[in-house]
């Protein structure tokens, strides 16, 4: 390609005539277009420009190493050139996955000891689904076709993990979705309680109205329960433990599997290796991750699952086919590149620097921000956070939505050097695990001086 066709205004032009972006919205885009990113380097990306900024969101919740390692690299390299591809299907397999599903296992609470290869979070979520199936049709059990997800939650974007999915990008209308399968309970968001309701009340509440829901679908007819253990998507919401402890419960007396969405908490985000049972204490039947599982150098997500649901799909003697899977399932290159995701996180300790000093000194620093007076709500854990902008801090009440109060926020601390994510009156933060605390404090700066700009504007 010419100099011409290589320049910044042609490669913005390509891109937008061309590149239908995730998650677009064709109003804005048509007119701005995208920020064409050129390089990165640990925590910070440049653009096509050369303007430097420091990624408050880690990639997209993934980049948990940081930018620029070399060791990663040159794992890739050195597996593409021995061997860039292996067919995975049937009796066929290669080192790097063998080595990597032995790896995760080691390292997966209890006995989830099995793992399925896929490209992300959505089509290991989509696996979980198929996986689910097999096993209830393998016990013979062909009743139990339903599932339950939680209002607000996120699952990914295939046409499963949508319908999965709880919050607004769910409800968009020209999409269908399964919904003769998939039902919902409440969002366990604690902000949502009534005036009336203390916390351990409400708590209370989400608790039976778990349990009624299930009554009201037939706990026989369930097959499983996904669950976030903090909803990511839906606006970094931390379901309260006893809520968490209680609905795994019920879902053990009913015989619903329970499905931990880790494909943001898993691998350090919240200071362990899977949050479910290091952080929230539970243990799930199946584990969907990806994300950090490489560090978002390849594509690669992972579906765990455990010894009981693997004795059952596996028994011999039947003939059984088990006939779902992808052509990129346990690509050599990707599984190399985690090994040695996963090796750097065990040799600097990230998960602990995540769980003893970062994390908690991000959440007090962003608590800083809570005396802003459109500030609402700073809620979430360790590197896993959400501001909340709100128009009258006093009563709670949000900006009119045409505002875009969090897309004005993000675009106030974009030209200052800082990439946060909006969402409606959101702005989350998911930085890398390595961020330091010299660089939290300019995150926290460039936000209060960002906010201030746009409260100017508005005449906050």
Known sequence: ??????????????????????????????EEGSLIMDKADGRHVYDADGKCYLDGIGGLWCVNVGYGRDEIVDAMAEQARKMAYANPFTDMGNAPAARLAAKIAELAPGN???????????????????????????????????????????HGSTYITQSLTGNAGREVKEFTYADDIVRYVAEPNLSNRPESMSEEEYIDWLIQEFEERVQEIGPDNIAAHFAEPVMGAGGVIVPPQRYITATREICAKHGILYVADEVVTAFGRLGAWFASKDVFGIQPDMIVSAKGLSSGYLPLGATIFSDEMHGVIAETGHGRLFSNGFTYSGHPVCCAAALKNIEIMERENLPGYVKNDIGPYFMEKLGELSGINTVGEIRGSHLMACIVNVADSETGKLFDPAINIGKRIAKAAQKRGLIVRPLGNLNILSPSLTITREETDQMVSILSDAMAEVHADLNC
């Not at 989509?126 to 209830?136: H, K, P, T």
């Open 1 to 30: 390609m010419d100099t011409c066709h290589n320049s910044r205004n042609a490669i913005w032009e390509m891109d937008r005539a061309h590149f239908l972006h995730p998650f677009t919205l064709f109003d804005s885009f048509a």
């Open 112 to 154: 989830l000891n099995h793992v399925m290869f896929s490209s992300g979070g959505s089509t290991a979520g989509d696996s979980a689904f198929r996986l689910i199936g097999y096993y209830w049709g393998c016990k013979g059990n062909t009743q139990r076709r339903l599932f339950l997800s939680r209002r607000g939650a996120y």
